[in-house]
Structures are given as C-alpha cells and as structure tokens.
C-alpha cells in the first residue's frame, strides 16, 4: 500500500508517448511506479519569466511556460495550479581582466504565497485519501443560466439532475453519508426550487429565510477583510458595500441548495445582474457579487467541503476576472474556489472551454459522453413537401394532367417553408422537374445532418436505438485506418460514396442496387435518397449485431445479410465495432466510477478530446481528465478531407457570385473550434493556399507541409489573412 498521498511535481513537459490512438503512459519502471501508487499528481509551476512580468500580465503565463508547464503536463493527468517560483536576476559575472560583464546570474526565487497555496491545496487533496468516505463532505454545484427555475442544471448534452442522482446513489453505495436522496431528476430540482433558487421573479422571503443556509453580514464582512486590498476594492466599486443588496434576508445571505446528509446539492449564484445577462456572464472585466463569493466561501469554510463537484459544461466560476493562466491571489477564480479540489464532469467535445476549468480553477476534468445522435428526418412543412413531391412522381406516369397543380401546391409549399431562400430561387421555375431533383437533394441532406436524440446521463451506457444511432453517427466518417461504414457499403455496391454526399440532387444511378431497393412506397429519385437508404442500412447492421450482443463471431454473417456477399471493408468496419468501439462505450460507467477515483483521492487517467463524430472515435472511452489537444496532430487527416470540403465549396459560391477566384480571402479561426474538430477551418486555410499536410503514419503527426503542384490543384493558390 503506497504510504504517499499526493504527488507535487515541479518538472515540466510530459512524460507519456502520444500514439495514434492518443496520449499514452510511456513504458518504463519509473511509469509503472507511479500507476502504482495511483495518487493525484500536482503541477506546481517552475515559470521561465520574472515575478514582476507575470504580475504585470493579464495573460499570467507566456507561451513557453503555457506549453511545458501546463498543457504538457496535462497529457499525463496532472492538476495544473499556480507558478510557484520565477527566474530572477540575482547576480553578474565580470571578467576580472577585461572588466566587462560576461554573463547574467539567474535563480529559481519562490514566490511564498502561491507556495501556500499550492501546499494547501496538496493538504485538501491528501485528505481526501485519508478521510473515511463517511467522513467526507462533498459539494455539488449545479449551473443555473440563465438565472430561471426553469433552467436548473442547464448544462450542454447532459441530463444534469438525473446525472446528480447517478451519483448520489453511487456515493451513498460507496459509503458516503447520503440521505434522503431524490427519486429522479425532476424531484431533485423541484425540491431545490421549493427551498429556496436563485430566480428572483419567483423567489420569496419565506424562501430566502428557509434556505439551506445563511452567510451573515458579520460573517461576510470579516471574510471580506481578508481578501487582498485590489479585489476588495473592485468589489465596492462594482457592488457597493458588504454584504450586497442581493439574496438578502435581513443582514444574511442566502445559499440556494439542499443538505442531503454530509452531501450539499447548491445552485451556482449569477455572477452579476445588468440590462444584457450574457454579457455578465461573459465578462472579463466585471468582478462577481458579494453573494457570489460568499456562497463559496460558505461551501469551503461553513459547510467545510472536502471537495466540489460542478457538474455539466459550463458554469461561471472558471471564466471570472482575472489572469489567463497561473492565477494570483487577485484573480477571482481563485478569490471564490479557493484550495478546495474541484472535480468537473464535462462533454468530451468541448476541450477549449474544459481547459479553462483545468487551467483557471485546478479542475480535474471527468468527460462524459455525447448525447444520443439520430438523423433530422423530416416533419411539418418538411414533411408535407415530400408528400407532395412523391404524388408529383407517381403522377408523371399515371396523370400527367395532375402536374401543373401539383407544382403550384409544390411552391407554395417550398416558399411557406422558406426553402425558396435556401435554394437561391425567386419564382417557380419553368423546368419543374429539374427543380424537383434539387428539393429533393436539398431536403436528404437537411433529413441526413446530424441532431441531438435527447441528453445523456452520467455514467449511463446507450441502449437499443439510441446505441445502434451513436454507433451510425460515430462511423459516418473514417476514423484513422477504418473507413467509414456509409462508404463501406457503398462501394460495395459499386456506388460513388464521394458523389452522393457531393451531388446529392443528382439522379439516383439506373437500375438502383437491389441492396437498397427495400421499400417501393418511398421513390428513389436522386442521390439523395441513396444516401437516405445508406443510413437505414447502417442502422440495420447495428440492429443486427446488438441482438446478438455484439459479437465479433456475427459480423462475416452480417455483412452476408445485407450485402448478399462478403466485403472486406465493411466487415473491417463491423469489426472495429466489435472488438473496440462497443467496449469502449460500455465503458462509460468509468464517468461515475472515476469520479468516485478522484473523490477517493486517487488518480483520474487522463485522456483524449474531441468531436468523436468527426472521425475521432478513438478518443473514447470517455470518464478521463481529458487533455485538450496536441497541435502537432492538427489538422487530423480527417479535417483535412473536410476542410478541402469546405474550401472548395467557398471558392464555387465566391465564383458564382463574382465570375472570377478571390485574390484573398479572410477567416476568422477559434481555438474550441479547432480543438473540437481537429482543425476543420485550418485545414481550409492550408488548402486555400494550395499547400498539403505531410502525416507520420505511425502517430499521426504532422511533420511539415507539402506544397500540391498547380497542375493538381486545378486552380490559383489563394492568399488567406488569418484572425486567431
């Protein structure tokens, strides 16, 4: 039994090997030591800069330190904190014989209370491996913006009150002291609204009075003398005197929440109030109420948390004022978080706004999943259109007379669902049967994006459909050596699987592949409609694999009952699936189970992030500390295929609309984007530019450019200005 509790470490860099299917541990007996003691390791910052540039700087860190001493170190699971020391001059070396300066002497000099807070915060982590889970007490935070009842636990992709009651289940299983847990999400919120919330259109005295707890304006005003003088006075000068005017009761401050044994369940204050809420909410600038930081401070100091759990993307606290990276004492996550460790359940796609909770308030990150995907479909206008447009097609060989009213009903139609705008059209057309075939193609691509199939729920595996529509979404697109399963079976059929994504009003090829012809009472007239039957037959196979619980023993015979033959692709396909991407999301439990790691004060492995529909989904399973990006893999060669996608498409529409090539073009490229997509809209710039990146098969790496001969690229290079 390892007799250490917590690891500072003050080294730099990273100690894992980045594989193709992400950051690994590397190998070696100093690795497998550590795997061994499985405690949390600590990032205490060794800065490059001097203390009187970091305490000048909005930004903290610069890009050396950023890059060795926190997003390095992230790729093995460390818990990024506060520059604890600074190079500094201390001294000069003369020549003796010449007089003249030869060299700068310079020291590691420590800054004292950021090592304070680092040691305080390595104290609270090293309790949570000594303490009894009995002992603990944890918080939990739910986001509330905006700030309605309505939106309790308002979090991207995630069913955030179900998920709460996920966990207080396993807690309380686990043997923390737990009571009186909720049934089910909606009594969870309701009982936090019935208490006391944070909706001031709704919220009463008797409420405030009744709330799980109370900041008195003594107890407020003492905490307030020990804040630094700066944030004392920002914090006047923004809300006037302590305690506030908000969610008082009397001298008191009221805490939005429920106390469920020695496990507060807490709504996260507004950070402010104004005539526009979400510029509030995102302001750089504005320090955050009184409220604000006492209910925090109420959390650490009153209801005495061993440690705080936000649970969904994304609250307020990581985004208040104050450095970029490598906080100070004045810096407002820090002013209201303090040393309490923070652990953050949050959607894998979002790396970039992750990496602020990691980077800005010491977060372990516990991703989860996606939610459920399906496709659109069609319904409404949408719906009727289709109908309308399949009587059009049965009646061109059965009542021509029928057509000339159909096509007026058609239009109508097409301009009541503004689709007239869409398709760049003002009048009915006069070749009807042309425009049909581009409605047509318009509306499979509207029925084939993408959407949401409700939320997910922490640590809960998909199931049925909602399994067999993650895993069709999930192998759309090629992922690293296996091609994409839409694609599999197309060319399997001796289908151009580029051509029906690309062309998707063209005409369906004649005779249509017997695969597909499944259902006479749905025509297939173009492309689109190919593509339509594609994703039916992809679900097919899943449907098929999961009776028989996805087995890979079942894929040969699959593939034999949808394709009447055998097909290496698809069979490659199916058996990824099988033996990899199926176990990896039955690993989702890990979201809770890992969460239970680093409340126990163990490790949480980290791992990658992403869009997993964008060809990534080797990144999963999810439940890890994940890191954001390593920019030598970006672009992916997968956004590299979407990006020339999207370059093309840009200069076709700038051709039609102008007759010529642009000579320049400018782009706007954010950072989460990039992170989300592996480089989408970088990959655009680089093939506007008519240059190519050159991948390391075994890692994919990028390990420089390759410039693509005019010939092949068929047209000019194009100059691109770049805002980041």
């Not at 750089?284 to 209801?303: E, G, I, K």
């Not at 059209?425 to 049967?433: A, K, L, R």
């Not at 970088?682 to 005019?710: C, D, N």
Request: net charge negative; aromatic share 6%; charged share 25%.
């Amino acid at each position: 039994k390892s007799r250490v509790h917590c690891i500072v470490n003050t080294m730099g860099m990273s100690m894992t090997d980045l594989q193709q299917d992400g950051a690994t541990f590397a190998t070696g007996p100093q690795v497998d030591y550590l795997d061994q003691l499985n405690v949390p390791i600590i990032q205490g910052i060794f800065s490059t800069g001097s203390e009187s540039d970091w305490d000048k700087s909005e930004l903290g860190l610069g890009p050396i330190d950023t890059a060795m001493n926190v997003a390095l170190p992230e790729f093995d699971g460390r818990i990024i904190t506060v520059p604890i020391s600074f190079k500094e001059e201390v001294a000069s070396a003369v020549n003796g014989r010449s007089g003249k300066m030869d060299a700068r002497l310079q020291r590691n000099i420590p800054r004292p209370d950021r090592v304070d807070f680092l040691a305080r915060l390595s104290v609270k982590w090293a309790g949570l491996r000594l303490k009894t889970n009995a002992e603990k007490r944890i918080a939990i935070i739910l986001s509330n913006y905006p700030t309605k009842d309505a939106r309790v636990g308002n979090a991207v992709g995630l069913d955030t009150p179900a998920s709460v009651v996920n966990i207080l289940n396993a807690m309380k299983d686990a043997g923390y002291h737990v009571t009186d847990i909720p049934a089910d999400g909606d009594e969870l919120v309701h009982r936090i609204i019935e208490r006391c919330s944070n909706d001031t259109d709704t919220l009463t005295e008797e409420q405030l009075r009744l709330a799980a707890g109370h900041v008195t304006g003594k107890q407020y005003k003492d905490w307030f003398t020990t804040f630094p003088k700066q944030v004392q006075t920002e914090l006047r000068a923004a809300w006037g005197e302590p305690p506030g005017q908000v969610y008082r009761t009397g001298d008191d401050l009221a805490i939005a929440g429920i106390d469920l044994g020695n496990v507060f369940v807490g709504l996260q204050p507004p950070r402010g109030f104004g005539e526009n809420p979400i510029a509030v909410y995102h302001s750089p600038d504005l320090a955050p109420t009184h409220h604000y930081v006492a209910y925090y401070r109420w959390v650490r100091d009153v209801f005495k948390a061993d440690a705080m759990v936000h649970v969904g993307k994304h609250g307020t606290m990581e985004w208040l004022p104050g450095k970029g990276i490598g906080l100070s004492n004045t810096c407002y996550p820090e002013v209201t978080l303090e040393d309490v460790p923070l652990f953050y359940p949050f959607i894998i796609n979002n790396p970039g706004e992750g990496a602020q909770a990691k980077r800005r308030a010491h977060a372990t990150i516990v991703d989860h999943l996606i939610p459920p995907m399906t496709t659109a479909d069609s319904y409404g206008d949408i719906a009727r259109l289709e109908q309308l447009m399949d009587e059009h097609y049965q009646c061109q060989t059965l009542d021509p007379a029928k057509l000339p009213m159909l096509e007026g009903q058609i239009w109508d139609m097409v301009r009541q669902a503004d689709l007239d705008r869409d398709l760049g059209v003002d009048e009915q057309p006069e070749d009807f049967g042309d425009f049909i075939l581009h409605i047509d193609g318009y509306l499979c691509e509207l029925k084939d994006a993408q959407i949401r199939d409700g939320l997910h729920t922490l640590g809960e595996v998909p199931a049925d459909d909602q399994m067999t529509g993650l895993l069709s979404s999930l192998t759309r697109l090629d992922t690293g050596g296996i091609p994409s399963l839409r694609r599999s079976l197309a060319e399997a059929m001796g289908l151009d699987y580029t051509s029906l994504l690309d062309e998707p009003s063209l005409p369906a090829p004649d005779p249509i592949p017997a695969q597909l012809a499944v259902n006479d009472d749905t025509p297939v007239r173009t492309q689109g409609d190919l593509l339509e039957r594609l994703e039916l037959l992809s679900r097919t196979a899943y449907t098929l694999l999961d009776a028989g619980g996805f087995r890979s023993q079942d894929v040969a015979g699959t593939v034999e009952q949808l394709l009447g033959t055998s097909d290496t692709q698809a069979s490659q396909v199916l058996n990824y699936v099988t033996d990899t991407l199926h176990p990896a999301l039955l690993k989702t439990t890990d979201e809770i189970g890992n969460l239970l790691r680093g409340l126990n004060g163990q490790f949480v492995p980290a791992g990658p992030s992403g869009a997993p529909t964008r060809g990534m989904s080797n990144i999963l399973p999810t439940g890890r500390n994940f890191y954001s990006v390593d920019p030598k893999t970006i672009p992916s060669p997968t956004a590299w295929d979407m990006g020339v996608g999207l370059a093309d498409a840009l200069l076709k529409m700038y051709i039609e609309e102008e007759g010529s090539y642009p000579e320049m073009v400018g782009l706007v490229i954010w950072g989460t984007s990039a992170m989300r997509t592996h480089g989408d809209d970088i990959a655009q710039v680089f093939s506007l530019l008519g240059v190519k990146p050159v991948w390391q098969e075994e890692s994919r790496r990028i390990t420089g450019l390759e410039v693509i001969p005019l010939a092949e690229l068929g047209r000019p290079r194009i100059d691109v200005t770049v805002r980041i």
